[in-house]
């Protein structure tokens, strides 16, 4: 393929300019591959697992003092439920349960039936600024149900088995574990 023949070489370049544009023109498409279709799940699928998980707490609902395998099922269903509503990356992971002036916040105002989410430290902070997002009534009163049962020392919305905080890399395998087992 790499000759001095200037014919093979000028037929070699032209095969994979072709070849890159059939793909580039195939992604402006955005249609997904068959494997992006097997690996991603759409809002349905999330909808779906949260009902799911959400039959597997109903016993939980009702106890009063739980173990740590009990509040990691309560945390599952609520980090499905969600995303189920809201697409924030791995946002959930940073959201802090009382008020503060930096960090991400998870809080109901006084008053209000719904939480609301504040975003002070994200991707696109320089350019955006900071962001506040009301959370969808559903997922508001699940979360006025189950969060109190979680009891968090560290005042995060998500902890780990141990008890400390959850990291945006434990989040995202959690998630990725949490479909494989349901």
Known sequence: IYSDDKDRSTLWR??????SNKYKDHRAKQRKSPNEKKNRATTKDLQKAATILKQKIKPLQKKSELSNKEKDELQRYLIIKFYSTLALRLSPATLYLKSNATK????????????????KDHKTVKSRGEITLDVPTTLSRELSKLLPKLKQDHGYFLSKNSGGKLSKQALSKLLFRSFNNI
């Open 14 to 19: 032209s095969k994979t300019v072709e070849s």
């Open 104 to 119: 991400n916040t998870l809080l109901r105002p006084r008053g209000k039936r719904k939480f609301v989410i504040t975003l």
